[in-house]
């Protein structure tokens, strides 16, 4: 869904501000994941004994006529030592605005999701780790109109 508003940011001109639904399942402990989700192998030994807790954050990748590379967060989480491994989130709505500086978004074909995470450890270097899937979405060549209540 997308809908083109006036961003009170910025200039005064209207952007276009995407919402997107989702679905993440995945299971930490025996990497295991649907096609959702962005987890590799890698997450069998993620938490060792100096991880404390994981931030994870779901982003979205696309280019424009304007910028070659925008990338926006849209949700995140934070999973803690000793917290249910398995996710299964479904109908997941955007935890953050989707704003793009002008109307890229509008017939957009290549908007790349991403889920990736940081390792919050009790000492040491903070790693940033990307999923080795993605999910590459279009989005519609028509704006959306605002519905009155």
């Known amino acids: 869904l997308r809908k083109n508003v006036e961003d009170f940011t910025g200039p005064r001109e209207r952007s276009d501000l995407g919402f997107v639904t989702f679905d993440i399942t995945a299971d930490i402990l025996n990497g295991k994941s649907g096609l959702q989700t962005f987890w590799n192998k890698n997450t069998l030994i993620i938490f060792d004994w100096n991880v404390k807790q994981l931030f994870l954050y779901l982003s979205a990748e696309y280019s424009t006529k304007n910028n070659a590379l925008n ?37 957009n074909r290549n908007i790349t999701l991403t889920l990736s995470w940081n390792v919050v450890p009790n000492a040491g270097i903070l790693p940033l780790v990307t999923g080795s899937g993605h999910v590459s979405v279009p989005f519609p060549d028509t704006y959306e109109t605002t519905k009155s209540y």
Do not use: H, T
């Open 71 to 107: 990338q926006v967060v849209l949700w995140d989480k934070i999973m803690l030592r000793g917290d249910n491994p398995r996710l299964s989130l479904k109908d997941m709505k955007s935890k953050y605005f989707f704003f793009d500086d002008g109307n890229g978004l509008k017939g």
